[in-house]
């Protein structure tokens, strides 16, 4: 086959690796290292005589672990052989992320380990590079490979005797070092270029932000203004909103028989005939459609009437995500809404798109939202909403508006669609370039070893 750069290959009797190269071995795991869970946290009292800093699961990132906050344990000596690491041990999580692994650096030396995670140590150091090993465990967590034998109605979870016997390719241990500089120094690069379009992504997100806010503040650009046939404002109020504004609270805005108001207080379980319910989950770009809302049976929505939908009315999520908005498509017309979300449904004499825009700024409800950040369960008071000061041009400027930045975010969204979906391409072709060199798909073997990459 043309993909193959090594001068022959054998099956290597492992699904998910396919063909290996010739020379290499596939042993089970514990023929070449040691594989040991840590210790629980309640094993031993956390003060005393022998006190060391103690690794969790949650510590342990992908090639990364942290070293801040941690808890301390007591290990006898007697025990610090067992349950304690060395620089160059790889941690493999048991749950959670199953598989997830990071190598210990020398700060991490001597530390105790969680019994969610398994130290791994090479039985025969002169034999095993853990930098390639690790970039295994990679390929393997990204192939599915811990998931599959896992019960799918259990929470997944990787034993100590399945990781035991899994086999990997392993060529020599000078083949493994290649490999793993030259993966070292490609992924390095990689997550540079994907931090750097990252970056990108909350530059364009800021930009967003700042245009609705100035706009729903200020009004339009001059240019903008002009297009629309309207005036522009050269001038503000010593209250900052432009000539020939009001403010007003945004009770005032809403249809009077229709108030702000929040929903069903106990929605009970999702049922499959019945009354469409709104969460404050829900509130958010995609999830308004019948097949992704959950419904109430028809005898509780009976209760609250007052709070039903109809097509174009706003909703506020007042907890959970807090301060998301989204306007009601015709699709759930009819629909209700739970005690986390808020109806506010515009005036006759108000734009809806308009509205939507200034629930958005940052300059219109931040303060509001600020309110939420000290609470325990964070979210916002409906009637602090309800006073919320919005900047009111007239209807034909408010229009004016609304399709401006209907056109601007749409803009820019799409710039951040297109850069999220490079981000998603250059993460896939990472993880599929790790798998190719670790079981031999592609050849590295006759890289000049140079420095590992920082």
Request: with cysteine; aromatic share 6%; hydrophobic share 40%.
């Amino acid at each position: 086959m043309k993909w193959k750069p090594y001068p022959s290959y054998k099956p290597s009797g492992v699904e998910w690796l396919g063909d290996v190269p010739a020379h290499w071995g596939t042993p089970p795991l514990y023929t070449r290292y040691s594989i040991d869970l840590g210790k629980m946290l309640d094993e031993s009292r956390i003060t005393g005589a022998h006190l060391v800093p103690y690794l969790r699961n949650v510590d342990v990132q992908w090639d990364r672990i942290n070293f801040e906050d941690l808890p301390e344990i007591d290990v006898a000596p007697s025990e610090r052989g067992r349950f304690t690491l060395r620089a160059g041990d790889l941690l493999v999580c048991e749950g959670g992320e199953v598989g997830r692994a990071a190598i210990v650096p020398p700060e991490g030396a001597g530390f105790a380990y969680q019994k969610a995670l398994h130290r791994m140590r090479p039985l025969r150091p002169s034999l095993d590079d853990p930098r390639f090993v690790f970039y295994l465990l990679s390929a393997a967590a990204s192939s599915g490979v811990f998931l599959a034998e896992g019960n799918p109605n259990t929470i997944p979870h990787l034993t100590g005797e399945k990781l035991r016997r899994y086999r990997f390719p392993m060529p020599t241990v000078q083949e493994q070092t290649a490999i793993a500089r030259f993966l070292d120094e490609t992924t390095t690069k990689l997550g540079l270029l994907v931090a750097k379009k990252r970056a990108l992504v909350e530059r364009l997100r800021e930009k967003r932000t700042a245009l609705i806010s100035r706009t729903v503040t200020r009004g339009l650009p001059p240019e903008a203004a002009r297009a629309a046939g309207l005036a522009p404002h050269p001038n503000l109020k010593p209250s900052g909103i432009p000539e020939g504004w009001r403010e007003s609270p945004l009770m005032h805005l809403v249809e009077p028989r229709r108030p702000i108001m929040y929903g069903i207080v106990l929605p009970g379980p999702d049922v499959d005939e019945g009354v469409l319910i709104v969460k404050g989950g829900d509130v958010k770009p995609g999830r308004l459609t019948p097949e992704s809302l959950c419904r109430t049976t028809i005898e509780i929505a009976a209760g609250y009437e007052r709070s039903r939908l109809r097509a174009g009315d706003l909703l506020f999520s007042i907890r959970g995500t807090v301060g998301e908005v989204e306007m009601v498509p015709a699709g759930i017309d009819g629909a209700n809404i739970t005690q986390d979300v808020a109806r506010v449904a515009p005036a006759a004499e108000v734009d809806g798109r308009w509205l939507l825009h200034a629930l958005k700024a940052e300059a219109v409800v931040g303060p509001l939202l600020a309110l939420s950040l000290g609470a325990a369960v964070r979210g916002v008071n409906i009637r602090d909403l309800k006073r919320v000061r919005i900047p009111v041009p007239p209807v034909r400027e408010q229009q004016a508006i609304a399709e401006y930045l209907d056109r601007e975010t749409a803009r820019i969204d799409r710039l951040v669609e297109k850069v999220e979906a490079a981000i998603e391409r250059l993460q896939e072709y990472r993880q599929a370039l790790i798998t190719a060199a670790v079981t031999g798909k592609i050849g590295v073997r006759d890289k000049a070893p140079g420095p590992a990459a920082a």
